[in-house]
């Protein structure tokens, strides 16, 4: 009795293994909808009330900063009822944004964020990106520099800019 109740277990556990399995291979094949996806009926209220909620009121905007170089913030004896005693930040000692790889790669990311503002669903503000350094980059290159500039170079106009 006790191997049959073994071996009985063993096909149960096979068995919903196999399901499971299937069940994840489907699983893997989802992919988000691409428009509004509604779970209440035309006629329900929830409906109405979303419905109305998109059409009348603009979505709330936040704003984000991206900063590179920053390796945390210190929040030592900041005051949680002060909304600007925000810490201070503690910079990576390895960081150098005038390395010409690190150039390239902020300037790019700028790009890529400006790109996103195309995105609908980042909702980004049209012309919100801010970048610095392409604007350094540009100026730099208006006046003949070489874009990325040695970091010698980079470093000594920085503070022209």
Not at 122 to 144: I, V
Request: with cysteine; aromatic share 8%.
């Amino acid at each position: 009795s006790g191997r049959g109740s073994r071996s009985t277990s063993l096909w149960l556990v096979l068995v919903l293994g196999g399901v499971a399995l299937v069940m994840g291979a489907s699983a893997l094949g989802l992919h988000t909808s691409t428009r509004d996806v509604q779970v209440w009926p035309a006629w329900h209220n929830v409906r109405h009330f979303l419905k109305l909620r998109d059409e009348k009121f603009e979505l709330e905007n936040v704003r984000v900063a991206i900063l590179w170089g920053v390796d945390e913030v210190d929040r030592t004896g900041v005051d949680p009822f002060d909304e600007d005693d925000l810490g201070t930040l503690l910079y990576r000692r390895d960081f150098d944004a005038s390395d010409p790889v690190a150039q390239v790669a902020l300037v790019r990311a700028c790009d890529e964020l400006e790109a996103a503002e195309m995105q609908p669903a980042l909702r980004l503000a049209p012309s919100s990106a801010m970048c610095p350094l392409r604007n350094y980059s540009l100026w730099a290159t208006a006046r003949g520099e070489e874009w990325p500039m040695e970091p010698t170079r980079f470093r000594l106009l920085l503070s022209d800019f």
